[in-house]
């Protein structure tokens, strides 16, 4: 969704794609938030510092480097761009911070947090002090009272149910919430003793849904867009790995896209979807072998890095499970490898956990479609004008459909029926990882639910959806 927060991001990856292009991004970056918050222009926080601040540590993310890295707080953009450069385009770990911080796709930028308040259920100006008393009799903690003519609620006493909310007729009480730890499923972002929100790296399953969740724009992604830059200017070549989310992203067909990735300066490209259709195969192969030794067992997909992240995590009876068949970026970078064993693989997708993913699995880069949007507009390339990339065989249509949710489990089930005829799959869906669907896989783990594959998405409607979405 387009909000103010994500224009600004966008905008400022323009910003970048084109100064670098320019060969100014050096000299320009430091003037960029002054450019956008020039003086006298009217300030989207406290005052226009406060703004400018703010877009230095996103244009810090966009560099490469988080909040939490920072030591010096004086230390220009310009001279963060001049480290970079030195290190040929890439960023290195910093040494002197926690190494989750070090390797964290994600990051907080605190000044542009608010501190929003604790979570409560409050009533409002709207209550009519009606004589039902609707919120009163249907209080299970007896939280509620009238008083001169209005409800009050004890904070002390209730424990946010949300039955007075559902019981006034008025709508007169409502649930505050902090939106970034009512997004999180695993409890991994709270705020600190200054009240502003921290991620905990030790639970955090880079779903991205704090990142999509806060309307400040608060939590930040520590990008890649620069190193992918600086390698193409180097010459190296690079190969764009776009993923079948994709699909309605941009305008246009998938091959046409595939053109666009070539025009903006990567050396080949390549579907995701290839590598689907042998993830399908491994994966339709794993189950069928598991089921034959136990036909009481079940396996869950392994295509989402945020639901694997999350059973290594938080659920390990469920680790079991979890098939060892490895995800379509995976595959799809042994196809390129098998190809050009030199080249550069860059997977591009909407998906926050595929940068801690590709760090395991020696996959070079990741972009966003936000990112490889923001190439597409700064170097002016037009997806509708281009002509359809020459694949030589176009993927699976099941295989395309990978990003939807359901689509993983409707391959396999067509693999497996071509393989088994007559073979019923007793398939079940989690779709979009939340606070109940975690609690939903610990009934499964223990077998309190009936399935025997269990496909899991942690964004509702699959991949399709994923935070870095452009649609």
Request: charged share 25%.
């Amino acid at each position: 969704m387009l909000n103010g927060a994500t224009f600004l991001r966008r905008e400022l990856m323009i910003r970048l794609v084109r100064a670098f292009d320019a060969g100014t991004l050096q000299e320009e970056i430091d003037q960029i938030a002054i450019t956008l918050r020039p003086k006298g222009s009217e300030p989207s926080r406290c005052c226009i510092y406060h703004d400018r601040a703010v877009i230095k540590y996103r244009l810090m993310a966009l560099l490469g480097v988080t909040v939490e890295e920072e030591t010096d707080e004086a230390k220009a953009l310009s001279a963060y761009c001049a480290e970079k450069f030195a290190n040929g385009g890439v960023n290195h770990v910093n040494r002197q911070v926690d190494a989750l911080i070090a390797t964290s796709p994600l990051s907080v930028c605190g000044p542009a947090c608010s501190g929003c308040p604790d979570a409560k259920v409050v009533s409002t100006p709207n209550c009519r002090g009606c004589f039902a008393r609707p919120c009163v009799y249907n209080c299970p903690k007896k939280a509620i009272e009238v008083v001169n003519g209005r409800s009050v609620i004890d904070p002390a006493k209730c424990i946010k149910c949300g039955k007075c909310i559902t019981a006034c007729p008025y709508h007169a009480i409502v649930k505050t919430t902090v939106p970034c730890e009512e997004a999180c499923p695993v409890g991994a972002i709270r705020k600190n003793e200054r009240g502003v929100a921290e991620i905990d790296f030790r639970k955090c399953i880079f779903c991205g849904k704090c990142f999509n969740a806060c309307p400040f724009g608060a939590v930040m992604e520590r990008s890649q867009l620069l190193d992918v830059l600086a390698a193409m200017k180097r010459g190296e070549r690079l190969v764009a790995m776009v993923a079948p989310a994709a699909e309605r992203q941009f305008p246009g067909t998938i091959e046409q896209l595939l053109t666009a990735c070539s025009k903006a300066g990567f050396a080949d490209v390549i579907e995701v979807a290839l590598g689907a259709e042998k993830t399908t195969e491994h994966e339709t192969a794993e189950f069928i072998e598991r089921m034959e030794k136990n036909p009481k067992t079940f396996m869950t997909t392994s295509c989402c890095p945020a639901f694997v992240n999350l059973v290594a995590k938080h659920l390990p009876d469920l680790l079991e499970h979890v098939s060892l068949t490895p995800s379509p970026m995976v595959y799809a970078r042994e196809i390129v490898k098998e190809k050009d064993p030199d080249a550069k693989t860059v997977f591009i997708g909407p998906c926050v956990a595929k940068r801690s993913e590709a760090r395991r699995k020696a996959v070079d880069f990741v972009l966003s479609f936000e990112e490889l949007g923001a190439i597409l507009a700064g170097r002016k390339v037009d997806v509708l004008s281009c002509t359809p990339w020459p694949v030589a065989r176009p993927a699976n249509p099941t295989a395309r459909n990978f990003a939807r949710s359901c689509g993983v489990t409707e391959a396999v089930l067509a693999e497996a029926t071509a393989k088994i005829p007559g073979f019923k799959l007793n398939a079940k869906q989690i779709n979009g990882i939340d606070r109940k669907s975690c609690t939903m896989l610990k009934l499964y783990a223990s077998g309190k639910l009936p399935a025997n594959f269990l496909e899991v998405m942690a964004c509702s409607g699959g991949c399709v959806n994923g935070p870095c979405s452009l649609t």
